[in-house]
């Protein structure tokens, strides 16, 4: 009878923790936020993915319109404050916190553990999703996936190429930001003589960064290590008592360096090859901003053709509205960003999550165009590049998203 009784316990249990994966999955958003025809494809050829990046952020320009972006030297430079930090905080009080769910799970493989073989596979749906890095998605969740209050939170890679396998990495302290989390650059999950660094952006002053070795010849790390920034931040108008010091939201992992822009738009390089932790040796000289005038605009760094981009989406008066799109390749010489009048054979697509540049002979959709999801529930639109306008992107009436029936070389 006590047996019994244990039994039906345990089933109980069990029964209660699938409930509460249900329910996660329910609040989940669903990763990546790209079109269901290039999810298709990209499931038949998954190498693709190693071309995803970030998803983008957007500021909020507090100074007046006609000191926002200085054509004169009398005009003020504006002050930018991240419009996600506000919404992060309506979020917090409303206690809405997404959980993952990767779309590719029941297509190519499957992100999961099975309780038992003949029950549907559960998903790791408690993991909250942070980005995707080269070649990593990465998640922050606890040790063991039913301890939700656990303060034990670690942040997780996973290797979708390499068949769903993970890593993870030290505990995180809950106290400290996290706003993005990069990879120096792409890099086996098992050890190899090439160096590979994580590199997470708080987006305060101290810490700034924080630095984890995954792999390469020399010192090992069993935890992370942090990195403040006493720098002053050269474009910003706001005065307040002490330094200004820079605070950085957005990065990029390109060749074992690390770029990256700071709140008020002014990129830092941190090379990952010198010494660890790896510290700022460059600063650029110019901010990269819009070059038209804009209350917010969204940006997102990510890599095409071994050149590394800079692509703003830019709303004039609604936030709900892309008026513009502007794209710059970055001269990693002279550290400039130079405005690119068109993409060629490549074609950029933003999600609210992720993004990422494809060939479009490859995949077979419209070339040289800017595809892009925004704030409203209007689907995709697309910019085109050669002719400098904006309209709807999408053939699908049902899913909203861009459809192309060109032939697909799969690999």
Excluded at 89 to 99: A, Q, R, S, Y
Excluded at 211 to 223: K, V
Aim: net charge positive.
């Amino acid at each position: 009878m006590a047996q019994k009784v244990k039994t039906k316990n345990k089933k109980k249990a069990h029964e209660g923790r699938l409930s509460q994966i249900e329910a996660n999955i329910n609040r989940s958003k669903t990763w990546p936020d790209l079109p269901q025809t290039l999810v298709d494809i990209i499931v038949r050829q998954p190498t693709l993915m190693q071309s995803i990046s970030y998803g983008g952020l957007t500021k909020l320009c507090l100074s007046p319109p006609k000191k926002c972006y200085p054509n004169n030297s009398t005009s003020t430079p504006p002050f930018l404050q991240l419009l996600d930090e506000i919404k992060a905080k309506n979020d917090e009080l409303n206690e809405v916190e997404p959980f993952l769910n990767v779309s590719f799970y029941r297509k190519w493989f499957w992100p999961c553990h099975y309780e038992s073989w003949n029950k549907r596979p559960i998903c790791s749906d408690w993991k909250r999703y942070v980005g995707y890095s080269n070649d990593a998605i990465v998640v922050k969740g606890a040790t063991n996936p039913y301890w939700e209050s656990s303060d034990h939170v670690h942040i997780y890679l996973w290797y979708l190429v390499e068949g769903y396998c993970h890593r993870q990495l030290p505990e995180w302290d809950k106290s400290i930001p996290l706003v993005r989390v990069v990879k120096s650059r792409s890099c086996p999950r098992y050890l190899s003589k090439q160096n590979c660094t994580v590199m997470v952006l708080t987006g305060i002053s101290h810490p700034a960064f924080l630095f984890y070795r995954l792999s390469g010849e020399g010192t090992s790390w069993d935890q992370w290590v942090k990195q403040d920034c006493s720098l002053s931040e050269p474009h910003c108008s706001t005065k307040s008592e002490g330094k200004n010091f820079m605070t950085f939201t957005n990065a990029i992992g390109f060749n074992g360096k690390f770029y990256v822009l700071s709140l008020q738009g002014t990129l830092a390089v941190i090379d990952d090859t010198d010494s660890y932790p790896p510290r700022i040796t460059a600063l650029s000289s110019e901010r990269a901003v819009p070059s038209v005038l804009a209350k917010h605009f969204r940006e997102y760094l990510l890599e095409s053709e071994g050149n590394v981009l800079l692509v703003f989406l830019i709303s004039k008066n609604s936030i709900k509205i892309v008026d513009d799109v502007e794209v710059y390749q970055l001269n990693t010489t002279k550290l400039l960003w130079v405005r690119m009048a068109s993409l060629g054979d490549r074609t950029l697509f933003l999600g609210s999550d992720c993004c990422m540049s494809v060939s479009a002979s490859r995949i077979g959709c419209k070339s040289n165009s800017v595809y892009f999801s925004h704030q409203t529930a209007d689907g995709w639109s697309v910019y085109d590049m050669e002719k400098g306008c904006i309209s709807s992107g999408w053939t699908d009436a049902t899913t909203k998203s861009p459809v192309w029936t060109e032939p697909i070389q799969e690999e």
